[in-house]
């Protein structure tokens, strides 16, 4: 396992500054990501300091944020079509087997923030550098369903980087088309569900994406980024099927 002093090195150019990037698609997603970073602690002496530069309040923001369970990398490519890395993890997982998710995993000691636990997760799993990451900013915590926090970490990544799948966690990478999420009704998936001595099919939302299904967790995330960066409306739900239809 990689240490997260071995890996992860922060300082301001490690944050993605809106004025200097080209697309500007790619040029909102982060200014807005990053007004919802900073309005989190808005409070903060450090953030009424005029003197001090924006990516200093974004890394100050990422920094004081409440750790949570997990957290991870929302990774986009930083080109004219961008693209959103995604996994599978593979089938022996213990937990979400199977499933598309973002790069990430739990909180360690010693990682110190959520910042270095997304990006410690991501290397560990894809054999992303840690210093090829841009930071934008962070989305607001979700909750997975064995009731974890999970924090999503935005960030800009370069589109010629070669990620490697760790196969005791991740049996596939594979990218999602950015512009597509964000223009592209979603479609209805059925998942067969344990409850209590039934099983019940649940109905929620989903994005077909190159063979996979992305939906729970993974797709409330990107919900959350269209939203706060375009302000897309998307209905989340789980809703049990009528048996009777």
């Not at 500007?24 to 530069?53: F, G, K, Y």
């Not at 800009?156 to 799948?165: C, E, G, K, R, T």
């Not at 299904?213 to 099927?241: C, H, K, N, P």
Request: net charge negative.
């Amino acid at each position: 396992m990689l240490l997260p002093s071995q890996t992860v090195q922060l300082d301001e150019q490690s944050v993605a500054i809106p004025p200097f990037i080209r697309y500007p698609t790619l040029r909102q997603l982060t200014e807005r990501v990053q007004q919802e970073t900073l309005n989190a602690l808005a409070d903060s002496a450090l953030h009424t300091a005029q003197q001090i530069s924006r990516s200093a309040r974004v890394l100050d923001s990422l920094y004081q944020t409440p750790i949570a369970d997990a957290s991870i990398l929302v990774a986009i490519t930083h080109e004219r079509h961008p693209k959103l890395l995604l996994t599978r993890r593979a089938a022996h997982m213990n937990s979400h087997a199977g499933e598309v998710s973002c790069a990430g995993g739990k909180y360690e000691i010693g990682d110190g923030n959520n910042v270095v636990t997304a990006l410690r997760e991501a290397c560990e799993e894809t054999a992303l550098p840690p210093n090829k990451v841009q930071l934008i900013g962070q989305l607001p915590i979700q909750t997975s369903k064995s009731g974890m926090s999970v924090r999503p970490i935005v960030a800009l990544i370069a589109p010629d980087l070669v990620l490697v799948p760790e196969i005791g966690e991740i049996s596939r990478i594979f990218w999602a088309d950015f512009e597509a999420l964000l223009t592209q009704p979603t479609v209805e998936y059925a998942i067969e569900y344990a409850m209590q001595d039934q099983v019940a099919t649940i109905l929620t939302p989903s994005w077909q994406v190159d063979g996979e299904t992305v939906w729970g967790l993974t797709g409330r995330v990107i919900a959350s980024l269209l939203e706060t960066a375009f302000d897309r409306q998307l209905e989340w739900y789980y809703r049990v099927q009528d048996s009777r239809l």
